[in-house]
């Protein structure tokens, strides 16, 4: 059985200030989660990650927007996984498509990250996903297999085992146009069916997200697809009501 997971993706967004109220108001909800036998978890900012760590309860994921793959050098502006994991953050969401389009990253440079990580013993979050050009092409399945064949390359089945992917169709991030609880079942099915062919077994225990404009209204439609294990949530994981209420609705 695959554990269901929310994961709220703060981006850039709030003060350590806001995080660290929203840390202490999360914790009864860590508890109602847990006891559900579903995992919560929040990716905070850079800047946040440690007071989130601190503040919030020990269950709460906590995981970083993004790591560099070299333990430490000459990378202005970076952060290593030494770095993170001296502030016991264990998970990092890698491949966002808000960074390979601002940021170059990669899915080769992904898999960089995903090999470090899982060396560190870490989770990674492997997003994938088209734009919208590419989904009324009908490309959205060739687009997805590249980038986990490139993302998962070289990676054991011990090791994928408890990789985490997110399917994120970039027409639907922050739009409010969702792509409709078939769309995401038959990617994360598909999705599924390439990781096996990577990763062999591990690939019914890897757990498929989906992202993009989730909301509490909608987002038991999509945990009800037998393919989609979880969500990753941007906006409306930012206020506590609204955090609240993605997680009651799937209870
Ligand atoms: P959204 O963002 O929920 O605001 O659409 C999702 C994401 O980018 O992870």
């Known amino acids: 059985m695959r554990k269901k997971l929310l994961l709220g993706n703060w981006k850039m967004n709030k003060l350590a200030s806001e995080a660290k109220e929203f840390a202490i108001a999360s914790k009864p909800l860590v508890a109602l989660a847990k006891s559900n036998k579903i995992e919560l978890g929040v990716a905070p900012t850079y800047m946040s990650l440690a007071t989130v760590r601190k503040y919030s309860a020990k269950a709460m994921i906590v995981a970083a927007q993004n790591v560099h793959f070299e333990e430490k050098g000459a990378f202005t502006g970076e952060v290593s996984i030494p770095m993170l994991k001296e502030f016991k953050i264990n998970w990092v969401i890698l491949?966002?498509?808000?960074?390979?389009?601002?940021?170059?990253?990669?899915?080769?440079?992904?898999n960089a990250k995903m090999k470090a990580l899982i060396?560190?013993?870490?989770?990674?979050?492997?997003?994938?996903?088209?734009?919208?050009?590419q989904f009324e092409a009908g490309e959205?399945?060739?687009?997805?297999?590249?980038?986990?064949?490139?993302?998962?390359?070289?990676?054991?089945?011990?090791?994928?085992?408890?990789?985490?992917?997110?399917?994120?169709?970039?027409?639907?991030i922050g739009t409010g146009k969702n792509a409709s609880t078939e769309i995401a079942q038959d990617v994360c099915k598909y999705i599924r069916k390439v990781l096996k062919g990577v990763v062999g077994k591990a690939a019914s225990?890897?757990?498929?997200?989906?992202?993009?404009?989730?909301?509490?209204e909608n987002i038991k439609a999509y945990?009800?697809?037998?393919?989609?294990?979880?969500?990753?949530?941007?906006g409306a994981s930012l206020k506590i009501d609204s955090y609240?209420?993605?997680?009651?609705?799937?209870?």
């Not at 945990?223 to 941007?234: Q, R, T, W």
């Open 223 to 234: 945990l009800s697809c037998p393919d989609v294990d979880g969500a990753l949530v941007g």
């Open 244 to 251: 609240e209420g993605l997680l009651k609705n799937i209870l």
């Open 95 to 110: 491949g966002h498509s808000e960074r390979r389009t601002y940021d170059n990253e990669t899915s080769e440079k992904c």
């Open 140 to 172: 959205t399945k060739a687009v997805v297999k590249e980038q986990i064949e490139k993302g998962f390359e070289g990676i054991s089945e011990e090791q994928a085992k408890k990789c985490v992917v997110a399917y994120e169709p970039i027409w639907s």
């Open 119 to 133: 060396a560190n013993d870490m989770i990674p979050v492997y997003c994938c996903g088209e734009t919208l050009a």
């Open 205 to 216: 225990k890897i757990r498929i997200l989906y992202g993009g404009s989730v909301k509490p």
